[in-house]
């Protein structure tokens, strides 16, 4: 061996030992690093709901360590140990924190800026900043886990804020992304430009064509970090602009099949009955609007156990930019509408999820629809565990959210006054905490 490749030998020599000592490096340094002890908080509120039961709970409190629930049950029965903080909540309700299971947060009020003009006028950067702004306002309205369903454009921005909250770097709710969401070619929008530029324009969602594109669209969300498929299964694209079907059951079905396998589960946008048909027999796990649902198709839904999230808000909150004056004018014919399906829905069974579809109107103001629940005929408690254990249940994390139980993830909030009775105390909060974190007091 000449002294050139004796070098090289002993050069590669020491760069494998040190590879080598890598691991026990990091495990040294791992083991010498500090953790900081978790913190214990007792939470002393007049009186605790649990998110299930048919009433509150009088003179409870609640502990929690680190972001844990460890401890929910009469106050004499929860001792907290030495070191703990103490927070008295005279007059308030502790329960689960809220949920909204359709939103947009890459979104900004339609009487603010068109749709149109957010997805080909607002760069993705603006509409970014403006998202981590929206994040937090859910949040101190005492929302602490959303399913965003579609940046309208703004690619896998929702994916990058879901991270930056989770690392801490901004507040925000829980988030569960959908990234682009699936349309149809030339279903969805932005519309109406000349033939010969109209495929050259940004559009709103991801399209696909065919059981095979439609796979791979599937696939190909997923490995931008989708946590749910969003499909759009009817949309306004008839000869005169109406609402029609978009997707083919086997295509509709190739999209489930798929999502499933990977462990995630999918959500249609549906207005129309047969759009909704289609999906109830793909096997989706929810429709989102379902605004001309029958009762035959409610019943399909009641069957399999598909979820409905009905989003009143939204359209009322369109028409009110449209001039309707709310409680002053008669009702539009699609709130008619809208109040008839939502019935049919009650009447034949089918599980109701709270979603408003905020984005649409001003982000923190996501009360709005559990509200328009109850204006709508449900009773307070039942649209308060729409929008607590039901809508965990549906998002695959009823083992950890949703309730205010030993073991669950400690999101919970406390609001002035009774909701199960007052549905409008939930405007009124007066604490948030987030996976053991207090954001609101």
Request: proline content about 6%; some cysteine.
């Amino acid at each position: 061996m000449n002294k050139a490749a004796g070098i090289r030998a002993s050069s590669l020599a020491l760069v494998v030992a040190a590879v080598a000592l890598i691991p026990s490096i990091a495990a040294s340094q791992a083991r010498a690093r500090p953790t900081a002890p978790a913190t214990t908080t007792l939470l002393v509120p007049d009186r605790v709901w649990d998110g299930v039961e048919d009433a509150p709970r009088s003179g409870w409190a609640v502990l929690v360590t680190g972001n844990k629930i460890i401890a929910a049950g009469p106050r004499a029965q929860v001792s907290a140990p030495s070191g703990a903080t103490t927070i008295d909540l005279p007059g308030t309700t502790l329960m689960p924190g809220l949920i909204d299971a359709h939103s947009h947060v890459l979104l900004h009020p339609y009487n603010e800026t068109s749709w149109n003009d957010q997805v080909l006028h607002e760069s993705l950067a603006l509409r970014t900043a403006r998202a981590v702004n929206h994040l937090k306002a859910t949040l101190m309205a005492g929302f602490t886990t959303l399913r965003d369903l579609g940046t309208e454009g703004a690619g896998y921005a929702d994916v990058g804020l879901k991270q930056a909250i989770n690392q801490g770097v901004i507040p925000g709710p829980r988030l569960f992304a959908s990234t682009r969401a699936i349309v149809a070619t030339g279903a969805y929008g932005p519309a109406g430009f000349t033939p010969e530029y109209q495929s050259d324009i940004p559009q709103g969602g991801q399209e696909a064509s065919g059981v095979d594109q439609m796979a791979q669209v599937v696939r190909d969300q997923i490995k931008h970090g989708a946590d749910w498929v969003k499909i759009y299964a009817d949309y306004r694209w008839g000869p005169n602009g109406e609402n029609e079907p978009t997707f083919t059951l086997d295509e509709l079905k190739e999209a489930v099949d798929i999502a499933n396998t990977s462990g995630r589960p999918v959500t249609v946008h549906a207005t129309t009955a047969e759009g909704m048909r289609r999906a109830i027999l793909a096997g989706v796990s929810s429709i989102e609007h379902g605004d001309n649902g029958t009762p035959e198709v409610f019943k399909m839904m009641a069957d399999r156990g598909i979820c409905l999230v009905p989003t009143l808000a939204a359209g009322d909150a369109i028409l009110q930019y449209g001039g309707w004056h709310k409680g002053v004018d008669p009702d539009p014919p699609s709130i008619v509408n809208k109040k008839k399906s939502f019935r049919a829905a009650l009447d034949a069974g089918v599980t109701i999820c709270n979603g408003s579809d905020v984005g649409v109107f001003t982000h923190g103001d996501n009360a709005r629809e559990v509200e328009m629940l109850v204006a709508y005929g449900m009773t307070p408690l039942a649209a308060l565990r729409s929008a607590t254990s039901i809508d965990a249940k549906m998002l695959r994390m009823g083992d950890k959210l949703g309730q205010v139980k030993e073991g669950y993830l400690a999101d919970l909030i406390a609001v002035k006054g009774d909701p199960t009775k007052d549905i409008s105390a939930i405007r009124n909060v007066q604490l948030v905490m987030k996976d053991g974190t207090i954001y609101r007091q």
